[in-house]
């Protein structure tokens, strides 16, 4: 299999550092004024912390859920709960809300696409449908755009500019070769999205056939992350994942010789992501689907609330905890969020 290798592309702190060069030059009369100096360094402070992007609030304690709303009528308008909506229960025991965002709080979404094997011969097809993904999001959802085959490829970081995102979609290459899935996901999870609980919740809508080259029988090195350190790192992140399996197995059967023992452990490692993270696993059975797809989990998108609470069970013992949540007096939806998680682990010396 031959294997075209795509790499990232220059980052935007590095397409900055030119800028801030030249700002240095333009403040360099300035250096030896020490009240200018602090006027500067006062402004700038007061422009960071007014940008609700950049805040981050760490808090250890708390769990974070992210619960999808399902059961809305396609036509009928999506419903704004508040915290007293949701009851939320840990090993049965009714756990108090302390951090709560409405389904109207605003994403980072990153669109996260395997061009890798057969998906690369249908690249126009593929913008085709980013763009109608794009043209869908909501004005208040920061959109990035990342590609992979063997390795990602980060075509935008976060924007509003839809106009400057469907551009940008144009200019994505053509890629043969294998597929490194589980890599690519630790990049966007680890370096991509910001981490700690901000404003902002974040959102990864995958769209691959969960093929990787590290799969049993499957040509190529494959990725060095393995897929249970990836569901790990899915678990304990703030970050909600929305898989499309992209169903191409027949072709890559007869083309690729990949065997069907893969591609079923792929679609039930994208279940165990989808499991995890509470959302459901959406299937589009050829790429003409993913219009269809991309709109159900936009619909979705909408209909997501980020819930904390600090557990009444405070023990460090590594257990597993069962998580529940339940809408009340609203019989005709129910919510959807992950099972449960491991308490953290703290061995007495």
């Known amino acids: 299999m031959q294997t075209r290798l795509t790499l990232l592309r220059k980052s935007p702190a590095r397409r900055r550092k030119g800028a801030k060069e030249k700002q240095r030059k333009i403040f360099v009369p300035l250096r030896f004024c020490a009240r200018t100096a602090l006027v500067v360094f006062l402004f700038f402070s007061i422009a960071a912390s007014q940008d609700p992007v950049e805040t981050i609030r760490i808090d250890s304690d708390l769990v974070d859920l992210k619960v999808s709303v399902l059961g809305i009528a396609p036509n009928a308008p999506v419903p704004l709960l508040e915290a007293k909506d949701f009851l939320v229960l840990e090993d049965g025991v009714p756990q108090e809300i302390s951090f709560f965002a409405a389904a109207g709080a605003p994403f980072d979404l990153v669109l996260l696409l395997d061009l890798s094997g057969s998906n690369s011969k249908n690249l126009k097809m593929i913008r085709n449908s980013a763009k109608r993904f794009v043209d869908a999001a909501r004005d208040i959802d920061r959109i990035a755009l990342v590609t992979f085959t063997v390795r990602p490829a980060l075509y935008s970081s976060f924007s509003l500019d839809r106009r400057k995102l469907k551009k940008t979609i144009d200019e994505m290459d053509e890629a043969i070769g294998g597929t490194n899935f589980w890599d690519s996901m630790d990049y966007v999870l680890r370096d991509l999205i910001p981490?700690?609980?901000?404003?902002?919740?974040?959102?990864?809508?995958?769209?691959?056939?969960?093929?990787?080259?590290?799969?049993?029988?499957?040509?190529?090195?494959?990725?060095?992350?393995t897929f249970e350190g990836l569901l790990a790192r899915i678990r304990d992140s703030e970050t909600i994942v929305f898989p499309i399996y992209l169903d191409n197995e027949e072709e890559n059967v007869k083309r690729y010789h990949v065997p069907r023992a893969a591609y079923a452990q792929a679609r039930e490692q994208l279940g165990q992501i989808a499991a995890v993270c509470g959302t459901p696993m959406y299937r589009a059975a050829q790429l003409s689907d993913l219009d269809a797809v991309y709109?159900?989990?936009?619909?979705?998108?909408?209909?997501?609330?980020?819930?904390?609470?600090?557990?009444t069970n405070k023990a460090l013992d590594g257990k597993w905890r069962s998580v529940e949540v339940h809408l009340i007096r609203r019989s005709n939806l129910f919510a959807r969020t992950k099972r449960g998680y491991y308490a953290k682990l703290v061995e007495k010396s």
């Open 295 to 311: 709109a159900h989990v936009v619909r979705d998108l909408s209909t997501v609330y980020s819930i904390g609470y600090r557990p």
């Open 195 to 225: 981490q700690g609980v901000g404003p902002r919740r974040s959102a990864i809508v995958v769209m691959t056939d969960g093929i990787d080259n590290a799969l049993p029988d499957v040509p190529g090195d494959g990725s060095r992350f």
